[in-house]
């Protein structure tokens, strides 16, 4: 268990410490809003895509991986799930403008800027093989239930936005490459593979970016914030692990891997799309960049002994 727990831990100050580059770029004004803006494009619209679609070309098709993409897909629905039904049990008399922002603060982590890193580190190829499945998740959930719970109305839900999203469409140009055993020839593949290596230093520094900018005033000052905290780095991750481990332990076979994968997605700290949403729907902006922010940095201390604990029960 400890060896577990250092290894997660060393991991994850290699990720701050790339944060600190980022951090350190922004007090010096090397890097402005601007540039960090066309980054997170570079990151979404290109790396994201390119990362799925390398992760699946490098597995050639096994039966076994198949079945553990397909838990992949069902326990990134059930973490969520359980946090949907923690945030309507704790948010009912939340301030309208922050109702919103609190509970998907609560419902949805950071899967695929913290939560990816961290899978290649601890588990290489096929870690961010099973968390791809929880991004895609994530993007259908958030631009669902996610996008009602800002605007109060099914509207402006879309189909189109639900399914042609980066994530979405690089499992589907990516997938046939795992089912048939494709493979890319080289003068495309390696491109593909050094834009994938580009998402941990690129996501790591415009989150530190970020966090040079934040405001912690307006969180320390609401209760309900240290409710989300808790929720988010503590409780729903743990009660997620116990789930899993209780499949596990009926005699349900899955991967370990996998289980540690998502465990990872669903230990990670508030989504950073929350506070892009509290901007685009009029919410409570300070609050959501301080959730994001605040809970990025105890996350330090949180996902260490849950992952490290995840990685013992599976032993991986």
């Not at 799925?52 to 991986?65: E, G, R, T």
């Not at 046939?176 to 020839?185: A, D, T, V």
């Not at 690129?202 to 966090?211: E, S, V």
């Amino acid at each position: 268990m400890l060896e577990s727990l250092l290894i997660v831990a060393q991991q994850v100050g290699v990720l701050f410490m790339l944060m600190a580059i980022g951090f350190a770029c922004n007090k010096a004004k090397l890097l402005t809003e601007v540039s960090v803006k066309g980054m997170v494009n570079v990151l979404i619209l290109i790396v994201t895509p390119c990362l799925i679609v390398h992760s699946f070309q490098a597995h050639a098709f096994k039966p076994d991986l198949l079945v553990g993409l397909g838990w992949a897909f069902a326990f990134s629905f059930l973490s969520p799930l359980l946090g949907m039904l923690a945030a309507a049990l704790t948010m009912r008399r939340a301030d309208r403008l922050q109702s919103s922002v609190l509970k998907t603060s609560i419902v949805f982590s950071n899967a695929g800027f913290m939560g990816i890193p961290l899978e290649h580190a601890l588990l290489g190829e096929d870690g961010v093989f099973y968390g791809v499945a929880y991004v895609v998740v994530f993007n259908l959930l958030f631009w669902s239930w996610g996008l009602v719970t800002f605007c109060g109305s099914l509207k402006d839900v879309r189909l189109r936005t639900l399914f042609l999203n980066p994530g979405s469409i690089g499992v589907a140009v990516g997938l046939p490459f795992f089912l048939f055993s494709w493979k890319l020839p080289e003068f495309a593949g390696r491109p593909v593979a050094m834009m994938a290596d580009l998402n941990t230093p690129l996501a790591m520094i415009i989150i530190g970016f970020n966090l040079a900018n934040a405001k912690f005033g307006p969180v320390l000052r609401l209760p309900e914030a240290y409710v989300v905290g808790f929720l988010r780095l503590v409780a729903l991750p743990a009660l997620f692990l116990a789930a899993v481990y209780g499949l596990h332990r009926a005699g349900v076979s899955f991967d370990s891997k996998m289980a540690v994968a998502i465990t990872i997605a669903a230990s990670a700290p508030v989504a950073a799309l929350t506070s892009m949403f509290a901007v685009r729907y009029a919410r409570d902006v300070s609050l959501s960049v301080g959730l994001v922010s605040g809970t990025t940095l105890l996350s330090i201390l949180t996902m260490p002994p849950v992952v490290g604990c995840a990685m013992w029960l599976f032993g991986v």
